[in-house]
Protein backbone atom coordinates (compact mmCIF):
# COMPACT_ATOMS: atom_id res chain seq x y z
CA UNK A 1 0.00 0.00 0.00
CA UNK A 2 1.36 3.20 -0.80
CA UNK A 3 2.12 6.01 1.66
CA UNK A 4 1.76 9.71 1.53
CA UNK A 5 5.52 11.15 2.53
CA UNK A 6 6.58 14.73 3.32
CA UNK A 7 8.94 16.22 1.20
CA UNK A 8 9.61 18.97 3.90
CA UNK A 9 8.15 20.86 6.49
CA UNK A 10 4.97 21.97 5.09
CA UNK A 11 3.06 24.63 6.86
CA UNK A 12 1.17 26.87 4.02
CA UNK A 13 -0.50 30.40 4.88
CA UNK A 14 -2.88 31.90 2.80
CA UNK A 15 -3.92 35.67 2.38
CA UNK A 16 -7.69 36.38 2.78
CA UNK A 17 -9.07 38.66 0.05
CA UNK A 18 -11.87 41.04 -0.25
CA UNK A 19 -13.19 39.72 -3.18
CA UNK A 20 -16.81 39.61 -3.30
CA UNK A 21 -17.52 36.25 -3.88
CA UNK A 22 -20.52 34.04 -5.84
CA UNK A 23 -20.80 31.30 -3.51
CA UNK A 24 -23.77 29.28 -4.08
CA UNK A 25 -26.92 30.25 -1.13
CA UNK A 26 -25.73 32.73 0.29
CA UNK A 27 -25.67 36.52 -0.66
CA UNK A 28 -27.87 38.85 -2.84
CA UNK A 29 -31.16 37.72 -4.50
CA UNK A 30 -32.81 39.28 -7.18
CA UNK A 31 -36.80 39.86 -7.48
CA UNK A 32 -39.08 38.26 -10.46
CA UNK A 33 -42.42 36.98 -10.58
CA UNK A 34 -43.99 34.09 -13.58
CA UNK A 35 -46.97 35.97 -14.19
CA UNK A 36 -46.51 39.27 -15.90
CA UNK A 37 -49.06 42.71 -15.86
CA UNK A 38 -51.38 41.58 -18.76
CA UNK A 39 -51.62 37.91 -17.27
CA UNK A 40 -49.23 36.51 -19.52
CA UNK A 41 -46.70 33.83 -18.48
CA UNK A 42 -43.28 35.90 -17.67
CA UNK A 43 -40.15 33.48 -17.96
CA UNK A 44 -36.96 33.85 -16.53
CA UNK A 45 -33.93 35.49 -18.58
CA UNK A 46 -31.35 32.69 -18.39
CA UNK A 47 -29.28 35.76 -19.54
CA UNK A 48 -29.98 37.93 -17.02
CA UNK A 49 -29.34 35.52 -14.30
CA UNK A 50 -25.95 34.82 -15.57
CA UNK A 51 -25.17 38.36 -15.80
CA UNK A 52 -26.22 39.34 -11.96
CA UNK A 53 -24.14 36.32 -11.23
CA UNK A 54 -21.10 36.84 -12.82
CA UNK A 55 -21.41 40.86 -11.96
CA UNK A 56 -20.26 43.18 -9.44
CA UNK A 57 -22.42 42.23 -7.11
CA UNK A 58 -22.68 38.47 -7.81
CA UNK A 59 -26.34 37.33 -7.28
CA UNK A 60 -26.12 34.03 -7.06
CA UNK A 61 -30.15 33.72 -5.33
CA UNK A 62 -33.09 34.08 -7.47
CA UNK A 63 -36.54 35.23 -5.43
CA UNK A 64 -39.59 33.76 -7.94
CA UNK A 65 -43.26 33.96 -7.43
CA UNK A 66 -45.18 31.39 -8.35
CA UNK A 67 -48.49 33.02 -9.06
CA UNK A 68 -51.64 31.26 -9.42
CA UNK A 69 -54.15 34.02 -10.16
CA UNK A 70 -55.31 31.63 -12.80
CA UNK A 71 -56.54 28.82 -10.57
CA UNK A 72 -58.45 30.35 -7.59
CA UNK A 73 -61.67 28.24 -9.13
CA UNK A 74 -59.99 24.95 -10.14
CA UNK A 75 -57.78 21.94 -8.16
CA UNK A 76 -56.15 21.11 -11.57
CA UNK A 77 -53.04 22.84 -12.22
CA UNK A 78 -52.62 22.34 -16.15
CA UNK A 79 -49.71 21.15 -17.93
CA UNK A 80 -48.98 24.03 -20.07
CA UNK A 81 -48.31 25.77 -16.88
CA UNK A 82 -46.41 22.87 -15.08
CA UNK A 83 -44.25 22.91 -18.58
CA UNK A 84 -43.49 26.92 -17.95
CA UNK A 85 -42.55 25.97 -14.64
CA UNK A 86 -39.74 23.44 -15.65
CA UNK A 87 -38.58 25.57 -18.50
CA UNK A 88 -37.78 28.41 -16.16
CA UNK A 89 -35.94 25.76 -13.77
CA UNK A 90 -34.01 24.77 -16.29
CA UNK A 91 -32.95 28.54 -16.84
CA UNK A 92 -31.91 28.59 -13.19
CA UNK A 93 -29.96 25.91 -13.43
CA UNK A 94 -28.19 26.51 -16.73
CA UNK A 95 -27.09 30.02 -14.93
CA UNK A 96 -25.88 28.35 -12.04
CA UNK A 97 -27.97 29.95 -9.71
CA UNK A 98 -30.61 28.49 -7.08
CA UNK A 99 -34.14 30.07 -6.64
CA UNK A 100 -36.60 30.86 -3.65
CA UNK A 101 -40.13 30.55 -4.58
CA UNK A 102 -43.58 31.73 -3.14
CA UNK A 103 -47.07 30.60 -4.21
CA UNK A 104 -49.27 33.38 -4.10
CA UNK A 105 -52.53 34.06 -5.76
CA UNK A 106 -52.78 37.62 -5.34
CA UNK A 107 -49.93 40.54 -5.50
CA UNK A 108 -51.55 43.16 -7.94
CA UNK A 109 -55.21 43.71 -6.89
CA UNK A 110 -56.71 45.24 -4.08
CA UNK A 111 -58.55 41.99 -3.02
CA UNK A 112 -56.55 40.23 -0.12
CA UNK A 113 -58.28 36.67 -1.02
CA UNK A 114 -57.32 33.07 -1.27
CA UNK A 115 -58.70 29.83 -2.29
CA UNK A 116 -59.68 27.27 0.03
CA UNK A 117 -57.39 25.16 2.78
CA UNK A 118 -58.68 22.26 0.39
CA UNK A 119 -57.88 24.04 -2.97
CA UNK A 120 -54.74 24.87 -1.39
CA UNK A 121 -53.58 22.05 -0.97
CA UNK A 122 -54.78 20.54 -4.10
CA UNK A 123 -52.29 22.89 -5.79
CA UNK A 124 -49.42 22.16 -3.53
CA UNK A 125 -49.43 17.53 -4.89
CA UNK A 126 -50.27 19.24 -8.31
CA UNK A 127 -46.96 20.86 -7.95
CA UNK A 128 -44.95 18.72 -6.42
CA UNK A 129 -44.06 16.47 -8.88
CA UNK A 130 -42.27 19.46 -10.84
CA UNK A 131 -40.65 20.83 -7.55
CA UNK A 132 -38.94 18.01 -6.39
CA UNK A 133 -37.71 17.46 -9.53
CA UNK A 134 -35.96 20.20 -9.39
CA UNK A 135 -35.39 20.35 -5.67
CA UNK A 136 -31.13 20.59 -6.06
CA UNK A 137 -31.31 24.09 -7.54
CA UNK A 138 -34.43 25.10 -4.65
CA UNK A 139 -32.47 26.78 -1.65
CA UNK A 140 -35.82 26.71 0.20
CA UNK A 141 -39.66 27.48 -0.23
CA UNK A 142 -41.71 30.68 1.59
CA UNK A 143 -45.34 29.44 2.67
CA UNK A 144 -47.11 31.98 1.06
CA UNK A 145 -50.33 31.21 -0.64
CA UNK A 146 -52.54 32.55 2.27
CA UNK A 147 -52.98 36.21 2.04
CA UNK A 148 -52.22 38.76 -0.20
CA UNK A 149 -48.32 38.59 -1.56
CA UNK A 150 -48.64 34.83 0.41
CA UNK A 151 -47.48 36.91 3.27
CA UNK A 152 -50.34 34.90 5.76
CA UNK A 153 -51.10 38.83 6.86
CA UNK A 154 -53.95 40.54 4.62
CA UNK A 155 -56.23 38.04 3.87
CA UNK A 156 -59.82 40.15 4.14
CA UNK A 157 -61.09 38.70 7.25
CA UNK A 158 -60.88 34.48 5.89
CA UNK A 159 -62.92 32.31 7.79
CA UNK A 160 -60.75 29.63 7.51
CA UNK A 161 -57.45 31.55 8.14
CA UNK A 162 -58.17 34.58 10.09
CA UNK A 163 -57.03 37.72 9.36
CA UNK A 164 -54.32 40.61 10.21
CA UNK A 165 -52.77 39.13 13.48
CA UNK A 166 -56.62 37.95 14.59
CA UNK A 167 -56.25 34.60 14.08
CA UNK A 168 -58.44 31.81 16.41
CA UNK A 169 -57.14 28.32 17.09
CA UNK A 170 -58.85 26.89 14.81
CA UNK A 171 -57.60 29.21 12.17
CA UNK A 172 -53.81 28.65 12.90
CA UNK A 173 -54.36 24.10 12.93
CA UNK A 174 -55.41 25.11 8.96
CA UNK A 175 -52.45 26.72 8.56
CA UNK A 176 -50.50 24.83 9.82
CA UNK A 177 -52.58 21.76 7.51
CA UNK A 178 -51.34 24.07 4.25
CA UNK A 179 -47.04 23.78 5.86
CA UNK A 180 -48.12 19.93 6.99
CA UNK A 181 -48.66 19.68 3.31
CA UNK A 182 -45.48 21.22 1.78
CA UNK A 183 -43.56 19.54 3.89
CA UNK A 184 -45.10 16.60 3.44
CA UNK A 185 -44.98 16.73 -0.93
CA UNK A 186 -41.92 18.83 -1.80
CA UNK A 187 -39.33 16.97 -0.45
CA UNK A 188 -36.27 17.71 1.45
CA UNK A 189 -36.08 21.52 1.34
CA UNK A 190 -36.75 23.94 4.21
CA UNK A 191 -39.68 25.54 4.47
CA UNK A 192 -40.02 29.49 5.49
CA UNK A 193 -42.26 31.09 7.42
CA UNK A 194 -42.48 34.88 8.16
CA UNK A 195 -42.71 35.38 11.91
CA UNK A 196 -41.59 33.84 15.30
CA UNK A 197 -45.36 33.40 16.45
CA UNK A 198 -46.00 31.33 13.33
CA UNK A 199 -43.78 28.75 13.75
CA UNK A 200 -44.39 28.42 17.39
CA UNK A 201 -48.18 28.06 16.85
CA UNK A 202 -48.44 25.28 14.57
CA UNK A 203 -45.16 23.56 16.18
CA UNK A 204 -43.76 24.72 19.58
CA UNK A 205 -40.86 26.66 20.70
CA UNK A 206 -38.17 23.84 20.78
CA UNK A 207 -35.05 25.40 19.79
CA UNK A 208 -33.09 23.62 17.30
CA UNK A 209 -29.53 21.95 18.02
CA UNK A 210 -27.13 19.88 16.90
CA UNK A 211 -28.96 16.58 17.53
CA UNK A 212 -32.09 17.47 15.71
CA UNK A 213 -30.81 19.65 12.91
CA UNK A 214 -30.69 18.07 8.96
CA UNK A 215 -33.74 15.66 9.98
CA UNK A 216 -37.09 15.45 8.34
CA UNK A 217 -39.00 17.38 11.32
CA UNK A 218 -40.80 20.08 11.19
CA UNK A 219 -38.48 21.44 13.91
CA UNK A 220 -35.79 20.86 12.00
CA UNK A 221 -37.09 22.00 8.21
CA UNK A 222 -39.17 25.24 9.05
CA UNK A 223 -37.17 28.21 9.09
CA UNK A 224 -37.81 32.10 8.72
CA UNK A 225 -37.79 34.89 6.12
CA UNK A 226 -38.24 38.90 7.16
CA UNK A 227 -39.67 40.98 4.61
CA UNK A 228 -39.36 44.14 7.19
CA UNK A 229 -36.03 43.77 8.78
CA UNK A 230 -34.66 46.42 10.83
CA UNK A 231 -37.66 48.34 11.02
CA UNK A 232 -39.88 49.12 13.84
CA UNK A 233 -42.85 47.52 16.03
CA UNK A 234 -40.14 44.67 16.25
CA UNK A 235 -39.74 44.15 12.57
CA UNK A 236 -43.43 45.03 11.87
CA UNK A 237 -44.73 41.86 13.94
CA UNK A 238 -41.73 39.66 13.42
CA UNK A 239 -41.19 39.54 16.96
CA UNK A 240 -43.58 40.35 20.06
CA UNK A 241 -43.10 43.72 21.17
CA UNK A 242 -44.48 46.46 23.75
CA UNK A 243 -44.48 49.32 21.62
CA UNK A 244 -43.45 50.49 17.86
CA UNK A 245 -39.72 51.46 19.01
CA UNK A 246 -38.86 48.72 21.55
CA UNK A 247 -35.63 47.47 20.27
CA UNK A 248 -36.21 43.39 19.86
CA UNK A 249 -32.88 42.04 19.90
CA UNK A 250 -32.76 39.81 22.83
CA UNK A 251 -35.77 39.33 23.38
CA UNK A 252 -36.98 35.31 23.31
CA UNK A 253 -38.84 35.70 19.60
CA UNK A 254 -35.79 37.14 18.23
CA UNK A 255 -33.30 34.16 20.18
CA UNK A 256 -35.71 31.96 18.60
CA UNK A 257 -35.30 32.93 14.60
CA UNK A 258 -31.65 33.35 15.29
CA UNK A 259 -31.46 29.49 16.69
CA UNK A 260 -33.54 28.59 13.35
CA UNK A 261 -30.93 30.60 11.27
CA UNK A 262 -28.20 28.63 12.53
CA UNK A 263 -29.15 25.51 10.83
CA UNK A 264 -31.41 26.69 8.24
CA UNK A 265 -31.69 30.20 5.33
CA UNK A 266 -32.26 33.25 6.56
CA UNK A 267 -33.58 35.48 4.57
CA UNK A 268 -35.83 38.86 3.74
CA UNK A 269 -35.36 42.46 2.76
CA UNK A 270 -35.64 45.86 4.61
CA UNK A 271 -39.17 47.91 3.70
CA UNK A 272 -38.20 51.18 4.65
CA UNK A 273 -35.82 53.05 7.22
CA UNK A 274 -37.04 52.60 10.88
CA UNK A 275 -38.66 56.18 12.11
CA UNK A 276 -37.38 55.35 15.65
CA UNK A 277 -34.16 56.76 16.98
CA UNK A 278 -32.79 58.78 13.93
CA UNK A 279 -33.20 55.31 12.18
CA UNK A 280 -30.33 53.54 14.48
CA UNK A 281 -31.72 49.69 13.78
CA UNK A 282 -31.84 50.76 10.16
CA UNK A 283 -28.14 51.59 10.05
CA UNK A 284 -25.02 49.99 8.16
CA UNK A 285 -23.86 50.08 11.69
CA UNK A 286 -26.71 47.92 13.25
CA UNK A 287 -27.61 45.88 10.49
CA UNK A 288 -24.05 43.63 10.49
CA UNK A 289 -24.29 43.80 14.23
CA UNK A 290 -27.87 42.40 13.49
CA UNK A 291 -27.28 39.94 10.53
CA UNK A 292 -24.53 38.47 12.44
CA UNK A 293 -26.67 37.43 15.52
CA UNK A 294 -29.28 36.20 13.13
CA UNK A 295 -26.99 33.84 10.59
CA UNK A 296 -28.13 36.13 7.34
CA UNK A 297 -27.98 34.16 4.41
CA UNK A 298 -29.26 36.33 1.69
CA UNK A 299 -31.21 39.65 0.93
CA UNK A 300 -32.87 41.18 -1.65
CA UNK A 301 -31.12 43.66 -3.35
CA UNK A 302 -34.05 45.32 -5.21
CA UNK A 303 -35.76 46.31 -2.60
CA UNK A 304 -36.13 48.72 -0.45
CA UNK A 305 -33.70 51.45 -2.40
CA UNK A 306 -33.57 54.14 0.52
CA UNK A 307 -32.24 51.33 2.82
CA UNK A 308 -29.54 50.02 0.15
CA UNK A 309 -28.63 53.41 -0.27
CA UNK A 310 -28.07 54.39 2.99
CA UNK A 311 -25.85 51.21 3.59
CA UNK A 312 -24.04 52.77 0.59
CA UNK A 313 -23.33 55.93 1.83
CA UNK A 314 -22.26 54.91 5.04
CA UNK A 315 -19.47 52.28 3.74
CA UNK A 316 -21.02 48.82 4.85
CA UNK A 317 -22.18 47.87 1.09
CA UNK A 318 -19.44 45.63 0.89
CA UNK A 319 -18.90 44.46 3.88
CA UNK A 320 -22.52 43.60 3.57
CA UNK A 321 -22.51 41.47 0.25
CA UNK A 322 -19.33 39.89 1.72
CA UNK A 323 -20.29 38.22 4.73
CA UNK A 324 -24.00 37.54 4.10
CA UNK A 325 -23.89 33.63 4.54
CA UNK A 326 -20.34 31.97 4.93
CA UNK A 327 -17.40 33.18 4.32
CA UNK A 328 -14.73 30.90 4.31
CA UNK A 329 -10.84 31.83 4.41
CA UNK A 330 -8.30 29.16 4.51
CA UNK A 331 -5.73 30.56 7.24
CA UNK A 332 -3.34 27.87 6.97
CA UNK A 333 -2.84 24.63 6.18
CA UNK A 334 0.14 21.76 7.51
CA UNK A 335 0.93 18.64 6.24
CA UNK A 336 2.53 15.97 8.03
CA UNK A 337 2.88 12.55 6.54
CA UNK A 338 -0.52 11.17 5.83
CA UNK A 339 -2.27 14.09 7.56
CA UNK A 340 -3.64 17.17 6.34
CA UNK A 341 -4.66 19.64 8.57
CA UNK A 342 -6.72 22.79 8.04
CA UNK A 343 -7.58 26.31 9.88
CA UNK A 344 -10.18 27.76 8.20
CA UNK A 345 -11.87 30.78 9.77
CA UNK A 346 -15.76 31.54 8.81
CA UNK A 347 -15.94 35.27 8.77
CA UNK A 348 -19.79 35.56 7.59
CA UNK A 349 -23.04 35.93 9.29
CA UNK A 350 -23.71 32.45 8.98
CA UNK A 351 -22.34 28.90 8.98
CA UNK A 352 -22.66 26.39 5.22
CA UNK A 353 -26.15 25.28 5.66
CA UNK A 354 -26.56 22.35 2.92
CA UNK A 355 -24.73 18.84 2.84
CA UNK A 356 -21.93 19.12 0.48
CA UNK A 357 -19.40 16.57 -1.22
CA UNK A 358 -15.88 17.86 -0.05
CA UNK A 359 -13.18 15.99 -2.21
CA UNK A 360 -9.33 15.83 -2.18
CA UNK A 361 -7.40 15.90 -5.81
CA UNK A 362 -4.19 14.45 -5.84
CA UNK A 363 -2.76 16.30 -9.16
CA UNK A 364 0.52 15.48 -10.96
CA UNK A 365 2.86 17.43 -12.97
CA UNK A 366 1.44 16.17 -16.27
CA UNK A 367 -2.59 16.95 -14.68
CA UNK A 368 -3.22 13.43 -13.96
CA UNK A 369 -5.82 13.67 -11.39
CA UNK A 370 -7.37 11.27 -8.68
CA UNK A 371 -10.50 12.92 -6.88
CA UNK A 372 -11.06 11.13 -3.63
CA UNK A 373 -14.26 12.16 -1.34
CA UNK A 374 -13.65 13.09 1.95
CA UNK A 375 -15.92 11.62 5.07
CA UNK A 376 -15.93 15.26 6.22
CA UNK A 377 -19.37 17.22 6.57
CA UNK A 378 -18.90 20.48 6.03
CA UNK A 379 -21.71 22.03 7.76
CA UNK A 380 -20.24 21.43 10.73
CA UNK A 381 -18.10 24.04 10.33
CA UNK A 382 -18.98 27.17 12.76
CA UNK A 383 -18.44 30.82 12.46
CA UNK A 384 -14.77 32.08 13.94
CA UNK A 385 -11.71 29.57 13.70
CA UNK A 386 -11.94 25.42 12.87
CA UNK A 387 -9.59 23.30 12.21
CA UNK A 388 -10.25 20.50 10.24
CA UNK A 389 -8.21 17.24 10.23
CA UNK A 390 -7.89 15.32 7.00
CA UNK A 391 -6.52 11.56 6.82
CA UNK A 392 -5.34 12.07 3.33
CA UNK A 393 -6.31 8.65 1.08
CA UNK A 394 -3.25 6.20 0.07
CA UNK A 395 -4.78 4.57 -3.00
CA UNK A 396 -3.16 6.26 -5.79
CA UNK A 397 -0.19 5.43 -7.47
CA UNK A 398 3.73 6.32 -6.06
CA UNK A 399 4.56 9.80 -7.68
CA UNK A 400 4.82 13.96 -6.85
CA UNK A 401 1.59 15.69 -6.65
CA UNK A 402 0.07 18.82 -5.75
CA UNK A 403 -2.87 19.27 -3.61
CA UNK A 404 -6.08 20.39 -4.33
CA UNK A 405 -9.81 20.93 -2.38
CA UNK A 406 -13.28 20.78 -3.84
CA UNK A 407 -16.15 21.74 -2.17
CA UNK A 408 -18.83 20.98 -4.42
CA UNK A 409 -23.38 20.36 -4.38
CA UNK A 410 -23.93 17.30 -3.06
CA UNK A 411 -26.31 16.49 -5.81
CA UNK A 412 -25.17 14.70 -8.53
CA UNK A 413 -26.73 17.38 -11.11
CA UNK A 414 -24.89 20.00 -9.79
CA UNK A 415 -21.49 18.39 -8.25
CA UNK A 416 -19.80 18.55 -11.47
CA UNK A 417 -20.94 22.65 -12.16
CA UNK A 418 -18.66 25.25 -11.27
CA UNK A 419 -20.79 27.54 -10.21
CA UNK A 420 -22.44 25.26 -7.21
CA UNK A 421 -18.72 25.00 -5.87
CA UNK A 422 -17.25 26.42 -2.81
CA UNK A 423 -14.43 29.26 -3.05
CA UNK A 424 -12.64 30.17 -0.53
CA UNK A 425 -12.39 34.03 0.70
CA UNK A 426 -8.28 33.76 -0.33
CA UNK A 427 -6.01 35.33 -3.02
CA UNK A 428 -4.49 32.78 -5.70
CA UNK A 429 -6.26 29.65 -4.57
CA UNK A 430 -9.10 29.59 -7.02
CA UNK A 431 -9.26 27.45 -10.63
CA UNK A 432 -12.20 29.17 -12.37
CA UNK A 433 -12.10 26.06 -14.39
CA UNK A 434 -12.11 23.55 -12.28
CA UNK A 435 -14.08 25.03 -9.11
CA UNK A 436 -10.88 23.33 -6.93
CA UNK A 437 -9.06 25.71 -4.66
CA UNK A 438 -5.29 24.64 -4.69
CA UNK A 439 -3.95 24.07 -1.30
CA UNK A 440 -0.26 25.01 -2.39
CA UNK A 441 0.86 21.34 -0.87
CA UNK A 442 3.24 19.26 -2.18
CA UNK A 443 3.28 15.44 -1.41
CA UNK A 444 5.10 12.31 -2.65
CA UNK A 445 3.21 8.94 -2.74
CA UNK A 446 6.21 5.74 -2.31
Known amino acids: TPTNTVISSQTVTYSASTDIIANPERGLQKYSKNVSS ?4 DFINQSTLITNREGIDKVTVLYRYIILSGYNNTDVIDSTYLTNLQ ?3 NSIRNAGVKVI ?12 TQPSKARIISHIEALASTINANKDVILSIQAGSIGKYGEWYYTDGS ?3 GDEGSISPSQWLNRKDVVDSMLTNFQDVPIQVRYADAKIQMYGSTLITDGTAYQNTPLARVGFYNDALLNDYGDQGTYSIGSQCTN ?23 N ?7 GYRTSGFNAVYEFNLLNF ?12 QGWIDQGYYNEILRNLGYRLELISSTLSGSNLSLVINN ?3 SKILFEKKTYIIYRDNLNNEYKRLLPLDIRTLNKGTNTVNITLPNDVPSNSYSLLLQITDKTVSLENTVAYCIQFANTGLWELSTGYNNLQQTVVVT
Do not use: H, Q
Open 87 to 89: TDF
Open 347 to 349: VGY
Open 159 to 161: IEF
Open 248 to 270: PTGVTEYNFISNAGKYLPMTGEP
Open 297 to 308: SVINRDYEPNVW
Open 101 to 112: PRISYNIVTTAN
Open 272 to 278: GISPCNG
Open 38 to 41: NGSY
